[in-house]
């Protein structure tokens, strides 16, 4: 391991200031006097060390004000019980005014949260298991998986055991709270279709076969506008969980800890070669892995006309498409209602939208529901398969309100576009950082400042095509420079013209770029759409 460590070495002479406020207090030992730190003034108590540290390992962020916290909630797998999805209804009206966003990993975050309330909302929301401690900063993200685990027909091995043994090596441990360099993103796909941005996250396993036994492919380095990268190491699921913790033993041991938009674990990947890491893989967890299988994850995900997949055991997902995640207490309690009455489960999406599982038998009598009504995303499939990140509202990098931009695209385009038997996957990143993930979009947003015919600066987006959802290649092309918004949604109506007229019966618009417009140079795509 020589390798990772001159690599270390060479980066670590001068820590960031984040490192320095972590040697401030443990934060297990914040944590446990978390409520009498809520009792004083928040003017008074809030440091910028807990602003910028500790109240990120309890999954808080502080928005500047007693009363505009949001909480980052983790739920493992996108997997809600009933009893769970009642408590967050509740505690999201209690605390958070009805609001709730489902996130980009199948996560729930609330908002405008008081100071002194806090402690009672994590409090309550552990009276149903559920927690968000090491749901931000430098901490391991909600593990995702397939929304169908378990249930598809397309999905050989169940993986929620596997990612509960992933979590059991981190969650609540002290000596992985708030440690690592930089946060850490973890996916487990048991599927032959990618439902959950697989190659996106830091660590990611892989469904894939190696000389006829079902195992994962390891993939590491994935990011916001970087696919994981191919280890060549095929994991058996008894070794998922020690080639995890070897994973994140070497990131935290080696990992840079210097420029902290230098520090995630691709750019410890980069200085080292992905051959040496999987070499101190192997020597670390003192497993005999073989080199990498046959990757399995290769199709796209597409739902038909009628909102609905069949699963296996007479089983039906029913899906409920939630415009940029943008959702309410009120209403995912009558989404567990439903499944309640109807013996079913919720599942959460990382598109932000969520799917009920019932027997097949239940279906039309969900269909018949104000809540499937309200939220059938077939009356406009552009808000079926649609990401918005939270945009300058929320955050600060944020150069676009993002959110509202997305859900008046889709109501500008099914207006002037209407599409009934194709999907399209529009995802929004509010600023180039790229947390909506328009890099893997078939037509993707990123805010940018616009001039409008006036010269005047304003609101606009660059305009991405081309991504691809099943494959660990970054294939997005762009296609704009920044236009205004009104432009923009011009320009798009103009680009699903040409795949409304020239698409085959149901053919995807990733599919189509594949056949198509891949094929064409960008100029001349903009020449057919008068961009």
């Known amino acids: 391991m020589q390798v990772l460590q001159d690599a270390h070495n060479l980066r670590n002479k001068k820590i960031n200031k984040i490192e320095k406020m972590k040697a401030e207090q443990n934060p297990m030992d914040f944590i446990k006097s978390f409520e009498e730190f809520c009792q004083g003034s928040y003017e008074e108590t809030v440091t910028d060390a807990h602003t910028k540290h500790f109240l990120k390992c309890?999954?808080?962020?502080?928005?500047?004000?007693?009363?505009?916290f949001v909480i980052r909630i983790r739920i493992p797998g996108g997997q809600l019980s009933v009893e769970q999805a009642l408590k967050?209804?509740?505690?999201?009206?209690?605390?958070?005014?009805?609001?709730?966003?489902?996130?980009?990993?199948?996560?729930?975050?609330?908002?405008?949260?008081?100071?002194?309330?806090?402690?009672?909302?994590?409090?309550?929301?552990?009276?149903?298991?559920?927690?968000?401690?090491q749901c931000a900063g430098d901490n391991f993200r909600g593990v995702v998986t397939s929304p169908l685990d378990s249930y598809s027909k397309t999905s050989p091995i169940e993986t929620m055991p596997l990612l509960e043994e992933i979590q059991s090596v981190f969650k609540n441990h002290e000596a992985w709270m708030g440690t690592l360099p930089r946060k850490f993103n973890i996916a487990i796909l048991g599927d032959s279709i990618n439902?959950?941005?697989?190659?996106?996250?830091?660590?990611?396993f892989a469904l894939a076969s190696k000389d006829g036994e079902i195992g994962f492919n390891l993939y590491l380095g994935g990011k916001v506008g970087v696919q994981a990268r191919?280890?060549?190491?095929?994991?058996?699921?008894?070794?998922?969980?020690?080639?995890?913790?070897?994973?994140?033993?070497?990131?935290?041991?080696?990992?840079?800890?210097?420029?902290?938009?230098?520090?995630?674990?691709?750019?410890?990947?980069?200085?080292v070669s992905l051959e040496e890491f999987a070499k101190s893989i192997k020597e670390d967890s003192k497993l005999d892995l073989s080199d990498a299988g046959k990757?399995?994850?290769?199709?796209?995900f597409t739902l038909d006309n009628s909102s609905t997949i069949e699963l296996k055991d007479k089983k039906s997902a029913i899906h409920f498409g939630i415009p940029s995640g943008i959702f309410c207490g009120s209403d995912l309690k009558e989404a567990a209602i439903l499944a309640q009455k109807?013996?079913?489960?919720?599942?959460?999406?990382?598109?932000?939208?969520?799917?009920?599982?019932?027997?097949?038998?239940?279906?039309?009598?969900?269909?018949?529901?104000e809540l499937y009504t309200k939220y059938d995303s077939f009356h406009n499939i552009y808000f079926n398969n649609q990401i918005a990140c939270a945009g300058n509202k929320e955050c600060s990098f944020g150069v676009i309100p993002g959110k509202p931009d997305a859900i008046d695209m889709a109501v500008y385009l099914n207006k002037n576009v209407p599409i009934k038997d194709g999907k399209v996957r529009m995802y929004w990143s509010a600023c180039p950082k790229g947390c909506g993930i328009h890099g893997v979009a078939d037509i993707g947003f990123e805010g940018a400042k616009a001039k409008d015919e006036e010269g005047n600066s304003c609101y606009g987006v660059k305009i991405f095509i081309g991504g691809k959802a099943a494959s660990a290649i970054l294939e997005a092309r762009q296609l704009t420079k920044a236009v205004t918004l009104p432009?923009?949604?011009?320009?798009?109506?103009?680009?699903?013209?040409?795949?409304?007229?020239?698409?085959?019966?149901n053919e995807t618009f990733e599919s189509f770029d594949t056949r198509?417009?891949?094929?064409?140079?960008?100029?001349?795509?903009?020449?057919?759409?008068?961009?």
């Open 88 to 133: 967050l209804a509740e505690s999201s009206k209690k605390y958070g005014n009805d609001y709730i966003d489902i996130t980009t990993r199948g996560q729930v975050e609330f908002r405008y949260l008081k100071f002194n309330e806090l402690p009672s909302l994590l409090k309550d929301l552990n009276e149903v298991g559920i927690s968000a401690i």
């Open 58 to 68: 309890l999954g808080l962020y502080d928005k500047g004000t007693s009363e505009t």
């Open 230 to 271: 191919d280890l060549n190491l095929f994991v058996k699921p008894s070794q998922v969980k020690e080639v995890f913790a070897s994973v994140i033993s070497l990131y935290k041991e080696y990992g840079f800890r210097d420029n902290r938009n230098k520090n995630r674990l691709t750019f410890l990947l980069d200085a």
């Open 487 to 505: 432009q923009a949604q011009k320009i798009t109506a103009q680009l699903l013209n040409i795949y409304k007229t020239e698409k085959t019966e």
């Open 195 to 204: 439902t959950c941005n697989i190659f996106g996250n830091d660590c990611a």
């Open 516 to 531: 198509v417009l891949s094929h064409l140079e960008i100029e001349e795509i903009q020449s057919r759409i008068g961009a």
């Open 295 to 300: 990757l399995l994850v290769k199709d796209e």
């Open 342 to 369: 109807y013996d079913g489960v919720i599942r959460l999406t990382y598109e932000q939208s969520f799917y009920i599982i019932t027997d097949t038998a239940n279906i039309e009598d969900i269909k018949n529901s």
